[in-house]
């Protein structure tokens, strides 16, 4: 999923509620790893889809989630894109929000404390203007409190400037993620996100493994664009936006099986257009260790909770008794 930031709120303290686990799939052994990572639960939040988790708290205990991916914070606040900047489209919709945000002091202070606080697993995701600007988010984040992983954002395609999408080049991909490596020195594992729109996702996968991340979260959002034909212009302001949701849900599954081929002791993060236990699965058999929840969330806020007890509840029909066991099932052996 890609970055679809929500505007920045005060979302008043609430106790959250208690969240009951259905018996089917309670004998279930859901507890999952990214590298050194240990989760607790398959399911986290995509990056910008539920801001940094405060938003889900009246929805559900966001301690049990496996882990709240927070929007992309970049060094500076940002505005974003101009207006309107989201579209629907048949089985999903186009965002062009363009990463806005508070910048890296007003995140510590206000969202990150708030997760710490909590006791939220937290992988903070990253994005920056050049390459520099990743290397200072790592230097300025490293020493942290409370930060379980790094995500870096080098997939964002809702930008005005296609040079900023460095996950397109292995190049510029390696680049970045050389530079958050040598910043970095949490034992906290990196995370590098992957865009689809790429020629070949397992060379840009190959490019980062060997730059020194630890896993990847894929896949980004696509490029994508939807005419007003009334005014007979792009219905985005920023003109192209990001396509998620089920749209893309073949694409992401066929990325995930890709690289877990040929990387298969790689943890990735899979994502795109999961809306059911189902559909996670699909990506825990294509070769993810854990998957991210993001464009179902806007519609349906308790939907990383359903999807982890839906996800037992699959794993249980067809005999497992561990989700470890049924990554990379779909993979001849």
């Known amino acids: 999923m890609s970055d679809l930031e929500t505007p920045d709120q005060e979302i008043p303290a609430r106790k959250m509620p208690a969240r009951k686990i259905p018996d089917v799939s309670s004998s279930i052994d859901l507890t999952t790893s990214l590298g050194s990572l240990q989760l607790q639960a398959p399911t986290a939040t995509a990056s910008g889809c539920a801001a940094a988790g405060r938003e889900l708290a009246q929805f559900g205990d966001v301690r049990t989630l496996g882990a709240v991916v927070t929007k992309s914070i970049m060094k500076n606040p940002r505005s974003g894109r101009p207006t309107p900047r989201m579209a629907e489209t048949p089985s999903g919709m186009l965002n062009s929000i363009g990463l806005q945000g ?25 994005a ?89 979260s894929m896949i980004n959002t696509l490029l994508g664009m939807v005419i007003d034909l009334d005014r007979m212009k792009p219905m985005l302001g920023g003109r192209t936006g990001g396509l998620s949701g089920p749209a893309i849900r073949p694409v992401a599954v066929r990325a995930v099986y890709q690289v877990h081929a040929a990387l298969p002791q790689l943890p990735i993060l899979g994502m795109g257009g999961i809306r059911t236990g189902h559909d996670a699965l699909e990506f825990i058999a294509a070769g993810a260790s854990a998957v991210s929840i993001g464009t179902v969330v806007f519609g349906d806020p308790g939907a990383p909770w359903r999807i982890a007890d839906e996800l037992g509840a699959e794993l249980a029909k067809r005999g497992f008794t561990k989700l470890t066991d049924a990554i990379g099932a779909a993979h001849e052996r």
């Not at 409370?146 to 991909?173: D, M, T, W, Y």
Request: proline residues 5%; aromatic residues 6%; hydrophobic residues 45%.
């Open 102 to 126: 508070p910048g890296i002091e007003a995140f510590l202070e206000k969202d990150l404390s708030w997760l710490t606080e909590n006791g939220v697993t937290t992988i903070v995701s990253i």
């Open 128 to 216: 920056g203007n050049n390459v520099d600007e990743f290397g200072e988010l790592a230097n300025r984040l490293k020493d942290v409190p409370g930060i379980a992983a790094l995500e870096v954002n080098i997939s964002c395609p809702n930008v005005e400037s296609r040079g900023q999408v460095f996950a397109c080049n292995p190049f510029s991909a390696a680049s970045v993620i050389e530079t958050v490596r040598r910043e970095w020195t949490s034992s906290a594992p990196i995370l590098a996100k992957l865009s689809p729109d790429v020629t070949d996702i397992v060379e840009i996968a190959q490019s980062v493994v060997e730059a020194g991340v630890d896993g990847v």
